[in-house]
């Protein structure tokens, strides 16, 4: 298993601005995932995060929209940049390795709300 | 795609009662995970199964993975106020880590 931590837990931001949200884990991980998440809803698998190469997005997400780093094996950031209220959402980091029978273990998740 | 339809969706129920989720797919998958997600917080990997027919219990807990690798239940006895929250299952095929996930169960267990 893993400890994850995000920053920030939460925010309210304004309309076309942008939020980045960090993700640290407490050991060097194979894979490190974004979700996104409609409060009491399942999750939405918005991005694969490479180390030293650029994300893999899943289908309905671009990278111009959510720019993401993972500089390296232990911390990666997600932004939402030109934010609209349709963005108010939880975003979860999940990391997950090789030798873990396919088990990922979640951040605590940011709240994002845009006015 | 690869779909789990994860049932009940909702569920309200009183303390001391026995429920069952259910987690079925038309997909073989080479495991099975249930998270428990509490408001606020991230989701838990409460446990995984990887045979099939395999029987795991965590005290009131009992998770089942379905011979053929297709399906899962998740059966609390006596349910308690502490297990109130987000239940959600995820089918996993041994690739790459990723995961398909249920579209969860909202489990609310009166005092």
């Known amino acids: 298993s893993a400890v994850i931590s995000q920053k920030p837990s939460r925010d309210i931001c304004q309309r076309g601005t942008s939020l980045t949200i960090q993700c640290q884990v407490d050991?060097?991980?194979?894979?490190m995932f974004w979700y996104r998440q409609q409060p009491g809803q399942s999750l939405t698998l918005i991005a694969t995060?490479?180390?030293?190469?650029?994300?893999?997005?899943e289908s309905g997400f671009v990278i111009d929209k959510f720019p993401i780093s993972r500089p390296n094996l232990t911390f990666s950031t997600l932004t939402v940049s030109n934010m609209s209220p349709e963005d108010s959402s939880i975003y979860l980091c999940?990391?997950?390795?090789?030798?873990?029978?396919?088990?990922?273990?979640f951040g605590p998740g940011t709240r994002l709300t845009v006015l | 795609t690869q779909l789990l339809e994860q049932s009940p969706q909702f569920l309200s129920i009183q303390e001391g009662e026995n429920l069952t989720v259910y987690c079925n797919s038309s997909s073989v998958f080479s495991s099975l995970q249930w998270y428990r997600q509490e408001p606020g917080e991230g989701p838990v990997l409460l446990v995984t199964?990887?045979?099939?027919?395999e029987v795991k219990k965590l005290k009131r807990l009992t998770f089942q993975f379905g011979d053929a690798r297709k399906d899962s239940s998740l059966h609390i006895t006596a349910a308690q106020p502490g297990d109130t929250g987000l239940y959600l299952c995820a089918g996993g095929r041994n690739a790459g880590n990723m995961l398909t996930f249920g579209g969860g169960t909202r489990l609310m267990v009166k005092p």
């Open positions: 999940s990391v997950a390795a090789i030798d873990w029978m396919d088990e990922q273990f």
């Open positions: 199964v990887v045979t099939g027919g």
């Open positions: 995060a490479n180390q030293g190469s650029e994300a893999t997005y």
């Open positions: 050991s060097q991980v194979t894979m």
